[in-house]
Each structure stands twice: as C-alpha cells, then as structure tokens.
C-alpha cells in the first residue's frame, strides 16, 4: 500500500502490518542491494598468498571476509587504525531525529575475519612498482595481492571559512563528517524548525558517497517545519554546483517536480565558496567566478569529495581524464581490477568509476571483487562483470521513500516487483529504517 502523496501523515497500522507480512519473506539480502550475491559454497582455493586490504569499512571487511572462506591457507592483513565501525547509511536518520546515535556505532573487532592479522596505523603511500605499501608508522608491508578500499577524503579546505567542529551550533549542519556531527546536525535541525527561516541545502561538483544524502536531508527538512507548523514562515533553497540535483536522468527530474511542488527553491551552477558562521552568510560561486552573497538561519554543507592523500599522490590514481583531478583509484570498471598494475582492486567509494558509491553497490561488487582476487591467484581470466549497479531509499517524508536502484549507464533497474521506480511508498520507508542495517551486517560478515 503506498503512501498517497501530498499527505503528512505515513500509512495505518493495519497498512503497516500488511506490508511486514509482505516483506517477512524478503530476508537481508535482498533488502540491500536487491540482487543475489554469488554463494560461497565452492570449495576454497589452495593459496599462500598475502592479501592486503588498505580500509576497513564495508568493502574491506566483506571482502575479507569472502576470501577467508574461498583461500585455503592465504594470509590476509587489514590495515586502518579505525577501531569504530560505522553505519554510514544511517546518519541521514540520526541527523533528521529518526534514529538514536547508537544505531550507527559498531566495532570493527567484531566482524573481522578470524586469523587475519590488522595493522592499527594508516597507510600514507602506495608504491605498487614495488608491491608494498607504506604506514604512517613507518612500516613497510609487502603484498602479493593488494586490495584499496579507502573511501573518500571530504576536503573541507575548499569552502573557506568551514569549520568541522562548529557544526550544530548558528544553524550550521552537515551529516557527512561522523555520526557526532549527525547528531549535532539533527540539534541544529531541530532548532531551526522550531522558529523556521531560510535554509540553505548544497551539493559540490565532485563525485560524493551516497550521492542522496543532500537530497534526503532536503526533504526530511521541509517535513521537519511542517511537522512544526512553521513551513508558512519559512524557506527552502538547494544551491547545486552543478546543472542538475542528480546524475541520472529521471531521478533529478522526478525530484526537481516533487520540489516545485513542495515549494522547494533549486539554485543551478552555484557552487559553495565560503561561510561566515558567526554572521551565517554563505558565499557561492558560479562557474564563471562571479561570486553571491546568500543569508541563511539554517545550512546543510556537503563537502568536495576526492581520494585520500595516499591513493591521490600515487602511482595508482588515474592520470588522465574526469577521474583524475578527484584522485580516484584507476579501476576497469567491469572487473574493478587496476588498469596498470593487475594485482591491485578496488572496492567501494575509492574506486574511479562512473558512478557507485553506496553500500549497495559494495553488497554487489564485493562478491566479484573477492572471486577476481581468487581467480587472479589461480591463473584464471577474470570472468564476472560489474554493471555499476547503485541502490537508493530515497526518504521523501517521514514514512515515505522511492526506491532508486540504477547502473552505469544510468538505466533505472528495478529488482522488486511490488517497487515501482520513482513512486513513494511505505515500503521503501521500512527498508530503509528497518531492513538495511541487517542486511549491511550480513554483507560486512560475507554471508551475502
């Protein structure tokens, strides 16, 4: 049953009940990246190889996880200082008032793969000439096989004036920098609603991890002030850098239709320059460097993204073409095998490719990157081709979401009968919030 739009309120009780009954059967697997992972009941490959996997967040742990159970003998070794695992998917939860912060808090301990051995430090180079890289302890590890699964660097210093730790405080927010900072966004928030005012929503030109946060933050905000009765006494404005809200097609059309509606003002090729926090004025800058001057009680800042320091200075990053100025990893995009140095993958946001940077598109990929890495070490042709694929819920009200789910090309690829792309329902709602973080364990754990 969907959620009529144009309403305020979610579905009934008996709605709700009908739908959990619908999506009992589902399981976590095909609640995150909708499509089966392949199974890992093969008998594993004999190998004494070292693997090296740089990252510990999703892609790394999952991967590590498959391939301790398809090598026989393989030693593994994650290296990542971070000791906190985080539910990155659920900060838009927190930062709205959903979700309680210890939602989104886990261990890495807890799901590391049992006999891999982890270097707590932080690897600053990459010399793949050399198969090693380099801690910024100092040590040197060596690897036959390397695996980068790094993420993204938010680099903050190209908005002037940004300051990481004032966010929650003069209506400045932000759910991307940690789940502290989601929780101080949804105090900002909440705030902010109360009175109402103009606020402000941005979107950087670069390539960003879960490119629909800004817009479910934009939503849920809009239905925040309704919520308090403030949306008459208030403005929402979204000031895009780019010439579009989103990279595929239908999706930006359907949302930007969905806003005019809603009352949601869209400012194009506006990128964010500058903040002075204390007087909340927001610079923004358009392509030809003309440079406006916006006030505002309330902002969301997204940050540039491009790739760590370690990956973007070496020998691994792309050289040449739109990946290149970011830093990201040089992966085919087919096999997310590197395109020069063949005993190096990527996995997850670190990877130069078209588009994917969700959780679901590791739930997808980390299947195929494992199996590469085993097929590699065995001789073999690396024979399974990643489509791209990328997963949404896009939260449109508080008991609302699309289910957005596309590819490389763009195309839309729904994989649930009941899900029609681009309509709101409950059901993508309860995935969202009640569905998702299963299905991440699972696939943080190597089951799916």
């Not at 499509?35 to 008998?43: D, E, G, K, R, W």
């Not at 982890?118 to 010399?127: G, H, L, P, S, T």
Request: hydrophobic content about 40%.
């Amino acid at each position: 049953m969907e959620h009529t739009p144009g309403t305020d309120r979610p579905p009934t009780r008996a709605s709700r009940r009908e739908w959990l009954k619908t999506v009992g059967g589902l399981g976590a697997g095909s609640a995150l990246g909708l499509h089966a992972s392949q199974p890992l009941a093969q008998a594993a490959t004999p190998s004494k190889a070292h693997i090296v996997i740089v990252g510990s967040g999703l892609g790394g742990i999952a991967v590590a996880n498959r391939l301790r159970k398809q090598l026989d003998g393989a030693r593994i070794t994650l290296i990542d200082k971070k000791e906190i695992h985080n539910y990155q998917p659920g900060y838009t939860l927190v930062a709205t008032g959903v979700w309680p912060v210890g939602k989104v808090i886990d261990h890495n301990a807890d799901f590391q793969p049992s006999g891999a051995e982890w270097i707590k430090d932080m690897v600053a180079a990459f010399e793949p000439a050399n198969n090693t890289v380099v801690t910024a302890g100092g040590q040197r590890v060596n690897y036959d096989v390397l695996v980068v699964a790094t993420g993204t660097h938010q680099d903050w210093a190209r908005i002037e004036g940004m300051d990481v730790g004032a966010i929650g405080t003069n209506g400045l927010a932000s759910v991307y920098p940690s789940s502290d900072a989601a929780v101080a966004t949804w105090a900002a928030m909440d705030a902010f609603r109360q009175k109402g005012g103009k606020a402000v929503m941005t979107l950087p030109a670069t390539p960003l991890k879960c490119a629909g946060a800004p817009l479910k933050m934009t939503f849920m905000l809009r239905d925040r002030l309704a919520q308090a009765g403030t949306l008459g006494k208030s403005e929402v404005h979204f000031h895009s850098a780019l010439g579009n809200v989103f990279g595929v097609k239908p999706i930006n059309d359907n949302v930007l239709e969905r806003w005019k509606n809603l009352g949601i003002q869209v400012h194009t090729n506006e990128a964010l320059a500058a903040l002075d926090i204390g007087k909340r004025i927001a610079t923004f800058a358009s392509p030809e460097g003309e440079r406006t001057e916006v006030p505002y009680d309330f902002i969301h800042v997204v940050p540039p993204m491009r790739a760590p320091d370690a990956v973007k200075h070496s020998d691994l990053a792309w050289r040449e073409g739109p990946m290149a100025a970011g830093g990201w990893l040089e992966v085919d995009p087919k096999t997310l095998q590197h395109k020069r140095f063949p005993n190096v993958f990527g996995i997850g946001d670190i990877n130069g490719t078209p588009r994917g940077k969700t959780a679901a598109t590791v739930k997808k990929s980390a299947p195929i990157v494992a199996q590469h890495v085993v097929d590699f070490l065995a001789g073999r042709a690396l024979g399974q081709v990643f489509d791209g694929y990328t997963s949404c819920p896009l939260i449109i009200r508080e008991g609302s979401a699309m289910l957005i789910e596309f590819d490389y090309a763009g195309k839309l690829t729904p994989s649930l009968p009941m899900i029609e792309p681009l309509q709101e329902s409950f059901f993508a709602w309860l995935m969202k919030v009640r569905m998702l973080k299963p299905a991440y364990l699972a696939v943080l754990k190597g089951r799916v």
